[in-house]
């Protein structure tokens, strides 16, 4: 099972700032093993970020993405104690979700 | 020919243009983009990890780490990791904390330490070492350095340390004090503390485990050690060896009252 995400969720404004930590190997498929063989492509391919249950962004993720990827973005109009829902899926079908409340 | 020795002289002047540009200002650029990544530093995936591996009961006996005297009693964490390496009187030896780690996962997970200390690093349970490590360095981010020198064993080690420290050596003749005995060296882009006193000991000392941006690992000072020795062409010294920890004495003490920023972000 994939390891935990980290997301902090901050009101800034009228908006809140949510920044996420995902643990994930993020392999291009490009990389060789000591043993000169490719190593399989493995990387997240869907994002889902949902606020209070509805879904507010979909991202579609390739290779390009760093390793233990980072990602910001604002939600607009929530407010402290709204319930923030990350999910991913990769491309071999294991998927993480977690959830923050905006403080 | 005239119009070539022209264009050239452009491109001689252009080159010096972006030389003096990056020597001026490379230092700062390299700390503006540590800021930027810091605010995301994945370290703190490590120290989710490590904490759920404190608590969780692993290894043959089924048990947690949660009896493990790091140095303030069984259990105690927060405040450990400045006060290490330091002397066990249940191991009889110095120790810093992935090899006291280590001993915790013996004794009472019943893993096999030998066998922990020859596996490769970021690899099995040295990975787990390493994310535990993490999370106890976390735990005393913002206190000051303070390893004790009282016992016998602890003040050998220092002196240990002090001589590997300026032990020259390899094919390349050089020690850890060609580069890290002076004030204001650099390898390429990066600052080399100068780790005999304060601030650079303190720094250098109170930064590791680190995530290193470049290869997305994170590091604990073993491999930390362990890789300087590789670049001065000696064979690793090996797992939690009383090399490695003398050496990590001999830094933790030149830093005392320098302040513990681990996890930290690394290039």
């Known amino acids: 099972m994939a390891d935990p995400m980290r997301i902090r969720a901050q009101v800034a404004g009228g908006n809140a700032t949510v920044r996420v930590l995902m643990a994930h190997e993020m392999e291009t498929g490009l990389r060789k093993d000591a043993a000169g063989k490719t190593i399989p492509a493995w990387h997240i391919s869907e994002v889902t970020a949902t606020h209070n249950g509805k879904t507010v962004m979909t991202a579609e993720w390739g290779t390009g993405v760093a390793k233990n990827p980072f990602m910001q973005f604002t939600i607009k109009g929530a407010k402290a104690g709204d319930k923030v829902g990350i999910m991913w899926k990769d491309n071999r079908g294991d998927s993480r979700s977690d959830e923050a409340t905006v403080s | ?267």
């Open chain 2, 1 to 267: 020919m005239q119009r070539n020795a022209l264009i050239f002289t452009g491109l001689l002047a252009s080159l010096v243009g972006v030389t003096a540009w990056a020597q001026k200002s490379a230092t700062d650029g390299i700390a503006e983009y540590r800021a930027m990544l810091a605010d995301g530093n994945p370290a703190e995936l490590f120290e989710a990890k490590g904490e759920d591996l404190w608590k969780q009961k692993r290894g043959p006996n089924k048990a947690s780490l949660e009896r493990c005297d790091l140095g303030k009693g069984p259990g105690v964490v927060k405040g450990a990791f400045v006060e290490l390496p330091r002397y066990f009187a249940d191991t009889k030896k110095v120790q810093d904390l992935e090899a006291r780690l280590l001993s915790c996962m013996e004794t009472l997970q019943g893993f096999n330490a030998a066998e922990i200390a020859k596996t490769p690093f970021g690899r099995g349970e040295q990975a787990s070492i390493t994310a535990l490590a993490t999370w106890v360095a976390g735990e005393s981010r913002g206190l000051k350095f303070n390893l004790p020198q009282d016992h016998v064993a602890e003040k050998t080690m220092y002196e240990v340390g002090k001589r590997l420290f300026f032990a020259r050596g390899g094919p390349h003749d050089f020690a850890c004090a060609s580069c890290h005995g002076e004030e204001g060296k650099r390898i390429r882009l990066q600052d080399l503390p100068k780790l005999t006193t304060n601030p650079g000991a303190g720094n250098g000392f109170g930064a590791w485990p680190a995530y290193r941006v470049s290869n997305g690992q994170m590091w604990g000072m073993q491999l930390r050690l362990n890789d300087c020795y590789r670049q001065q062409r000696f064979p690793y010294p090996l797992f939690a060896s009383d090399a490695t920890v003398a050496l990590g004495v001999y830094l933790g003490v030149n830093g005392k009252g320098g302040e513990s920023i681990a996890p930290a972000l690394k290039r």
